[in-house]
């Protein structure tokens, strides 16, 4: 019988240079206000705050679909730099990291499916596939009590 195989778990040091990296040296991310709450080989949760300046609807006060897809781009982003840190767990932590500079976005569909209203959104990703060239991921934006507001399909460009 053949042994299961363990999961990969990523170093302190990788998840630190990585939440930094995500949360404050990407500045768009920081302007969004992007925070990391789950950061796994094969899934990543962010949450956002709704703040005044995201509002997309001054009367309804429904955040910006722009925000929207931005921040779904940047989660299905960070969910391919976690599926190829622990494809390369070979790599010391930092060097992991470097796999970053290549990673580009190539295609991203959003559908909005409900307005984004309320205080805080959970957004999610996992990869669909990690190619050696190209990789794919799904996203989703959540709202108050997990209710599902918008979803994603990205492609990225990975070396």
């Known amino acids: 019988m053949k042994a299961?195989?363990?999961?990969?778990?990523?170093?302190?040091?990788?998840?630190?240079?990585l939440t930094d990296l995500f949360e404050n040296k990407i500045v768009?991310?920081?302007?969004?206000?992007?925070?990391?709450?789950?950061?796994?080989?094969?899934?990543?949760?962010?949450?956002?705050?709704?703040?005044?300046?995201?509002?997309?609807?001054f009367s309804t006060h429904r955040i910006h679909g722009g925000v929207i897809s931005a921040s779904l781009d940047a989660v299905g982003g960070l969910a391919i730099l976690a599926a190829n840190g622990a494809r390369h767990m070979n790599e010391l932590p930092l060097e992991r990291l470097k796999r970053f500079s290549k990673?580009?976005?190539?295609?991203?569909?959003?559908?909005?499916?409900?307005?984004?209203?309320?205080?805080?959104?959970?957004i999610r990703a996992e990869v669909l596939r990690l190619g050696s060239r190209v990789a794919s991921t799904r996203m989703e934006f959540f709202g108050k009590d997990g209710q599902l507001l918008s979803t994603g399909i990205g492609a990225y460009i990975v070396s």
């Open 103 to 122: 990673l580009g976005t190539i295609d991203l569909r959003v559908d909005y499916l409900r307005p984004g209203v309320g205080e805080q959104f959970e």
């Open 28 to 57: 768009f991310n920081h302007l969004l206000g992007l925070k990391i709450t789950l950061l796994q080989p094969d899934k990543v949760v962010v949450k956002l705050v709704m703040r005044p300046d995201l509002v997309g609807h």
């Open 4 to 17: 299961a195989p363990q999961p990969v778990v990523f170093e302190p040091e990788f998840i630190a240079a």
